[in-house]
């Protein structure tokens, strides 16, 4: 990979160690030496401070005082000395009579001072502690110079002044300096060792969710994140896992809503076809009866037929209008419980006696085709519905059972009840419906039978008005096939038992 996030982090791992190594020296360089001075200056003119203040005014053996310049020298790496106002040694850290020119030396090392009238004055007036850099003009170094005023007998009858070398912070400059070098290859190896260990802890799981977010994006959402820390990546990892299960249910989802939209989109040109289909039987069982009507009634104008004839003529008009009639009859009862503007008269009646009643009507037909009724009811069974549609439902079921069975079978009525509802099934036996069939036959204009055979008065719209009305009542309906028969069902909401019967 050109850019890969190791190389970065590498890259950037090494700029920041340099940078903090170029700092440091330029700092070592540029500040180290003023702020090492600032502190031992700092440290002299304290230790100054703490033998000025503890033995001025004091009857103090001499040893001790020694003692207390003797740990200042050895404390700071400095010389110190107790001059009188005429620049004469009056205590210094050790005194040996044998060593004149150590005493001399010392002395040089301080005659800068001693000589500056100046510095001395103030420090006397003001009885504040001044400090000074100044070269030494026997070894041309540059010294630290702290200057006190000092009360041992009187007040400030003396001059304590401390001396310190300030080579040796430059020779600590220098080795410093020097020692960079392998300071520069301790942090190169630094870097590339850190480097490695990011490229561990960063890289690789940033490496292992770019791999599962590619399979991701081929739909390959079986790929897992492995979660493995609580921090950020964690949790870029954890959503990423989140993210590929909702991926993946939505695209079942949508491929789910897919197949549906396509099993619509096939309905509805089912849809389609069964509308013109009905288009096409309509026009003719309405173009059949008004030729029939138009030519009988010609016939009678012109007074073709008399008498017996004529009555004929005359009943076969009335016979074509009432089945047109109850074409458009049913079209307009359909429309008007598809307009949701219907208000059912919800009340609690004996299904039973409903059934019953609606047999009798029928009892006519049922004896012209040879058809037994068979019951399986209890003595009552009252529901929650409306009389008057459901009533229609029956009638419709009834009809259609009366209509396809076949001479001589059998239709068999029952009432099943359940705990809070009744099941209400018409089963007509000898005859069962295709089952590619079996989804079509609740749609609107759809006839089972495509031979235009006008005996059956058939228009396609009964069952559509039952779905209609057993739907507003909440019901759970089918028409399915059983052995040899068809089987309509459907449930009605089951009621307390009232004392007289709501319907004759």
Do not use: W
């Amino acid at each position: 990979m050109k850019n890969s996030i190791s190389k970065r982090i590498t890259l950037i791992t090494f700029g920041l160690i340099s940078m903090v190594f170029l700092l440091t020296f330029l700092f070592q360089n540029m500040f180290f030496e003023e702020f090492y001075l600032s502190k031992k200056t700092e440290s002299l003119i304290l230790d100054v401070k703490r033998i000025k203040t503890l033995y001025s005014y004091q009857n103090f053996n001499t040893n001790n005082l020694s003692n207390a310049l003797l740990n200042y020298e050895e404390k700071n790496n400095s010389r110190i000395a107790i001059f009188s106002l005429d620049g004469t040694i009056e205590y210094l850290s050790y005194f040996d009579k044998n060593n004149i020119e150590d005493m001399k030396s010392l002395t040089d090392f301080c005659s800068e001072l001693l000589s500056d009238n100046e510095l001395i004055n103030e420090v006397l007036s003001t009885n504040k502690i001044k400090s000074t850099i100044f070269t030494n003009k026997y070894s041309s170094y540059k010294k630290i110079g702290i200057v006190s005023s000092m009360s041992l007998q009187s007040e400030n009858d003396s001059i304590l002044i401390a001396v310190s070398s300030v080579q040796p912070i430059k020779e600590a400059s220098s080795v410093i300096r020097s020692f960079y070098l392998y300071l520069f290859i301790g942090f190169l190896i630094l870097a590339i060792f850190l480097s490695k260990i990011y490229s561990k802890l960063i890289s690789k799981p940033l490496i292992d969710l770019n791999n599962v977010a590619k399979r991701m994006s081929t739909l390959d959402f079986d790929a897992k994140c492995e979660v493995s820390s609580d921090d950020e990546i964690g949790n870029l990892a954890s959503t990423l896992n989140f993210l590929s299960s909702n991926l993946e249910n939505s695209l079942q989802t949508l491929q789910e809503k897919n197949n549906q939209l396509e099993r619509d989109i096939e309905k509805e040109r089912n849809l389609e076809n069964m509308r013109k289909d009905f288009v096409s039987s309509v026009s003719h069982d309405l173009k059949t009866p008004l030729g029939i009507i138009s030519g009988y009634a010609e016939g009678l104008k012109d007074g073709i037929v008399s008498g017996k004839d004529a009555e004929v003529y005359l009943e076969t008009i009335i016979d074509e209008a009432t089945k047109m009639n109850l074409l458009l009859t049913n079209m307009l009862d359909l429309s008007k419980l598809e307009s949701d503007t219907i208000n059912l008269n919800l009340e609690s009646f004996n299904i039973v006696r409903l059934l019953q009643g609606m047999v009798k009507r029928f009892s006519l037909e049922l004896q012209n085709k040879e058809l037994k009724v068979i019951f399986n009811l209890p003595e009552y069974a009252y529901v929650e519905g409306d009389i008057m549609t459901l009533e229609r439902v029956v009638q419709n079921l009834l009809s259609n059972a009366i209509k396809y069975t076949p001479r001589g079978n059998e239709i068999i009525i029952s009432v099943v009840e359940s705990e809070t509802m009744y099941s209400i099934s018409i089963e007509n036996k000898g005859i069962t419906i295709p089952t590619k069939e079996l989804d079509n036959v609740f749609a609107k204009f759809y006839r089972l039978d495509k031979s235009g055979d006008r005996t059956k008065n058939s228009y396609g719209l009964g069952l559509a008005t039952v779905k209609r009305i057993l739907t507003l009542h909440n019901s759970d309906f089918s028409l399915n096939n059983g052995e040899n028969s068809v089987i309509f069902k459907f449930s009605l909401k089951k009621q307390d038992l009232i004392l007289f019967d709501d319907f004759e």
